[in-house]
């Protein structure tokens, strides 16, 4: 993507005014984006993305720079430019770099830029038929396709070259039913680190039913009732709650600074004993994996929680200097356009031994929460939100009637001691999660898991 | 390869190759930011970004793509991806490009003064402001935030109508967020500032904002689950009203998704209700003389005195409908394709202050921040159930902070509940405004 000799003197410019650490970061990525409505294709894209990101530190000092103008001149100046925001003199550093061989772990079978648009359409008519299809009530369907390919190259003063390619291909189905006076929705949106084969694993009909069949039981359900309440929460995307509750609590972005309400609590119980959680970016294939991270440093599977005790945090090599800990692999960015800091990848908690009947068992009245939305945190106080996208009651320890429009709403360190009970059906589900580097593919995950009790935001 | 030249070898090599019509899209942008941690600069970064939208037309059908990386072999792929990715569309509704003479409002975005700031004066800024956030009160715990940022941009649209428009903006901002401590009680908040005249801003003002704004939070009480009457903040509303903008979409009425459908020149909100949609707002952030079609934009009320006026258009939707485009086409930069957006969204003024608000309100709720709203709110149904800030209003005065409550209703079923309207106007930083506002019966969970 760009020469090496050029990289050595962005790196030696980088670093003339006293810098201790210079880093580029270079992104080539090309990709679909297809968008059917009414069963018709009606928008179409495709791009590349191309530029080059320049970090110098001098002790915690960090200076970032990006721009997409890729000549020889420009890139100097910028790496030039950059270097003046330190006031010191050059160090004696000698820059050696060295490839790393990496091995491939996440391999592809049809890289999309193979594949025939026709093949993506039609692939997206099939999800919308069986959408459509499912009744009479929807009204609606929305199908986004995308794909991506994205290289990049790492390169640093400390000696890493490195290089990766990331295939990511995604669907999403967006069912909307409606009747007289209402309208609700339902969606699924199967990703994978995989070309177009993923789509030939899953059954993508199945998806589209899915999102339909939670936009029709929305359709007549009545409101979420609201207060404190026992709240039952299935795998899968469910896994949200740790994320928002937890996980983001856990990035050294926040930790390393103290201004997370998880700092300093290493070896300390934070969650109730049955609660062990990891975040692993090497899971084959999954949604938020890669070889290496964006700093060059290979992805590794992080124990977070053991038994409830809190174990480590997802760290990169600015906020690491910060902890005098080592990097995690956990560095991500959106892009060249920003400065990578620690991030999640593919983060669940792990598998328990309770049944759905021993959970409902005992709950008067309580929250079933089938499918979850998305949410957010923050990060200072960890309080956090997040939106169940298909609810049922439960009712003396049943499962009865479909509720919509329930918030769940807590305080991420309190509300891990009150999960209760969990369940043995671990899955992953996919999301984007944004955050000060930008918006990034995570797999969140989890087996089905009860909470003691938690704030429900219905009317 | 220099950008004007790349343009204009577009352009050659896309007119050799007569097609049908196409157009070029071109933004491009400069940035700095500065952040502060503990009375050292942190993190400076500074950004050149640009890229290039180029749509065509095939059959009648527009195809999209873009290129960040502007050499001559990038040229060629550019088009062709746009041809290819126009013969795979299937929707048959005419899509045009725009080359009418017109006269554009001239709109002034641009300080030339911005760039003269020295990095050194804007660093001696922001120490400024967290010391003066730390020194405040010995309950400020933390500084998570204390960053300045200025940026330029400009646009240019060219086409094979003879369309050739350029516009430029510029803009600085600071932003501050604390965190404070009293014993267990942990509260955060922020303040920020944009602007296009340096001498605006005023660390000792910023500070303190963000540092009372977080104190006023500590040592919140839990309240009873139940129905309430409230006053929900101005930027806070305008937040709700920004994230549900998507239902005056021309395009979100004719696919069936808005429920705004079949409804213009009905009553959908109480009388007090004008919302506008202002192009041409003098300070606006999303001021601009033309929309990403290049067509003139327009001032106009999408709700007057409760009614809904018109929904708003680009050049496809307005054909379909056969009106007039209401100048609202909107791209999300380079890469996005066509869409529909507002440019300063805003809830019209009322005539009560907020003191008189409170007064009003008597005894309820008042709403300073919704969070989540990209999940706790179905921005088609309508229906929000958010975790929400607030504080409990006892005989008209503001008495205690609450703690971790949600708060759910109906955006549609607002509209008509709203019962009186102050004369706060304020826009957050979506270019979405509103005055604080009355509303009733908002169910509250805690």
């Known amino acids: ?459 | 390869m220099e950008t004007k030249l790349f343009i204009n070898k577009v352009f050659e090599v896309a007119k050799n190759m007569n097609l049908e019509e196409f157009e070029i899209y071109f933004v491009a942008s400069e940035n700095e930011t500065i952040k502060v941690f503990k009375g050292d600069v942190d993190t400076y970064s500074s950004s050149q970004n640009m890229g290039i939208s180029f749509r065509t037309k095939v059959d009648g059908k527009m195809g999209y793509s873009y290129t960040e990386s502007l050499e001559e072999e990038d040229i060629l792929p550019l088009i062709e991806r746009a041809l290819s990715n126009g013969k795979v569309i299937e929707n048959l509704d005419v899509i045009e490009t725009y080359g009418d003479k017109s006269e554009y409002k001239k709109i002034d975005s641009f300080n030339p003064n911005l760039d003269q700031i020295s990095v050194e004066d804007k660093i001696n800024f922001l120490l400024k402001l967290e010391k003066t956030a730390f020194e405040l009160d010995s309950r400020v715990k933390s500084v998570n935030y204390c960053m300045l940022g200025s940026g330029a941009g400009e646009n240019i649209i060219k086409n094979s109508k003879g369309l050739d428009l350029y516009h430029k903006g510029n803009s600085i901002y600071a932003y501050i967020a604390v965190v404070v401590q009293d014993g267990e009680s942990i509260k955060n908040d922020s303040a920020y500032i944009v602007t296009r005249n340096f001498s605006h801003m005023d660390p000792v003002k910023l500070a303190t904002d963000a540092v009372n704004k977080a104190l006023n939070k500590l040592n919140s009480i839990s309240i009873e689950s139940k129905t309430y009457n409230v006053i929900i903040q101005n930027d806070t509303f305008a937040d709700l009203l920004g994230s549900m903008s998507g239902i005056f979409s021309a395009e979100a009425v004719q696919k069936g998704v808005s429920k705004l459908k079949g409804k213009i020149n009905e009553l959908i909100a109480n009388p007090l209700v004008t919302i506008v949609d202002n192009p041409h707002l003098k300070d606006g952030y999303g001021s601009s003389p033309f929309d990403a079609e290049g067509v003139p934009t327009q001032c106009k009320n999408l709700i007057e005195n409760g009614i809904l006026k018109t929904y708003i258009h680009n050049l496809k939707t307005a054909k379909k409908d056969n009106v007039k485009t209401t100048g609202n086409a909107s791209k999300g930069g380079y890469k996005g394709t066509m869409g529909i957006s507002t440019f300063n969204l805003y809830l019209e003024n009322g005539k009560t202050s907020f003191e008189d608000l409170l007064g009003k309100l008597d005894n309820g709720i008042l709403i300073t921040g919704f969070s989540g709203l990209h999940s706790g709110l179905n921005s088609i149904s309508g229906d929000f159930s958010l975790a929400t800030e607030g504080f409990l209003v006892e005989n008209g005065k503001i008495t205690k902070s609450l703690n971790q409550i949600t708060a759910a209703g109906n955006f549609f079923e607002l509209l008509k509940d709203i019962e009186c309207i102050g004369n706060d106007l304020k826009f957050n930083l979506s270019s979405v405004g509103s005055p604080s506002i009355l509303v009733k019966n908002i169910s509250v969970s805690s």
């Open chain 1, 1 to 459: 993507m760009i020469d090496k000799i050029l990289v050595e003197n962005i790196l030696n410019e980088a670093l003339s005014t006293g810098g201790d650490f210079a880093e580029i970061f270079v992104e080539n990525k090309t990709g679909d984006s297809f968008y059917l409505v009414d069963g018709k294709v009606e928008g179409a894209i495709s791009g590349k993305d191309f530029g080059i990101g320049i970090r110098i530190f001098k002790n915690l000092f960090s200076v970032y720079a990006y721009t997409n103008n890729m000549s020889k001149e420009n890139l100097l100046k910028t790496a030039k430019k950059a270097a003046e925001a330190i006031k010191g003199t050059k160090e004696d550093i000698t820059i050696n770099l060295i490839k790393k061989e990496i091995e491939n772990k996440h391999k592809i079978i049809l890289a999309p830029g193979s594949v025939l648009k026709d093949d993506k359409i039609s692939l997206m008519k099939e999800a919308y038929i069986a959408a459509k299809e499912y009744d009479e009530c929807i009204s609606q369907v929305r199908i986004n396709y995308g794909d991506s390919t994205q290289n990049i190259l790492v390169a640093n003063s400390e000696g890493v070259w490195a290089e990766d390619t990331r295939v990511r291909s995604r669907i999403s189905i967006e069912s909307i039913a409606s009747n007289m006076n209402d309208m609700q929705t339902g969606s699924y949106r199967p990703g994978a680190a995989k070309g177009f084969e993923f789509f030939k694993e899953i059954d993508v009909k199945e998806y589209a039913k899915e999102a339909s069949r939670i936009a029709k039981t929305m359709l007549g359900a009545k409101y979420a009732p609201s207060g404190k309440m026992p709240v039952i929460i299935e795998n899968e995307f469910g896994g949200v709650i740790f994320h928002e509750a937890c996980g983001h609590g856990l990035e050294a972005t926040s930790v390393a600074k103290g201004l997370s309400v998880f700092a300093g609590k290493i070896g300390q119980k934070v969650a109730s004993d049955i609660v062990s959680a990891v975040d692993d970016g090497t899971l084959k294939n999954e949604w938020g994996s890669s070889n290496i991270d964006d700093e060059g440093t290979p992805t590794q599977r992080n124990l977070l929680i053991e038994n409830g005790i809190l174990k480590g945090y997802m760290i990169d090599k600015l906020n690491g200097k910060r902890m005098g800990l080592e990097s995690t692999g956990s560095a991500r960015r959106e892009s060249y356009k920003y400065a990578p800091t620690s991030r999640m990848t593919n983060t669940f908690i792990l598998n328990g031994t309770s049944s759905l009947d021993d959970m409902l068992q005992g709950v008067e009245n309580g929250i079933y929460a089938k499918y979850m939305g998305g949410g957010s945190v923050n990060p200072s106080t960890g309080d956090f939100n997040f939106s169940v996208m298909e609810g049922y009651l439960i009712e003396n320890g049943k499962i009865t009637e479909p509720v919509r429009g329930a918030t769940l709403i807590g305080n991420g360190p309190e509300v891990l001691h009150k999960i209760d009970m969990i369940g043995d059906n671990l899955a992953h589900g996919q999301g984007m999660c944004g955050s000060v580097s930008g918006s990034i593919p995570a797999n969140v995950g989890q087996p089905r898991l009860r909470l003691k009790d938690i704030v429900v935001g219905g009317r």
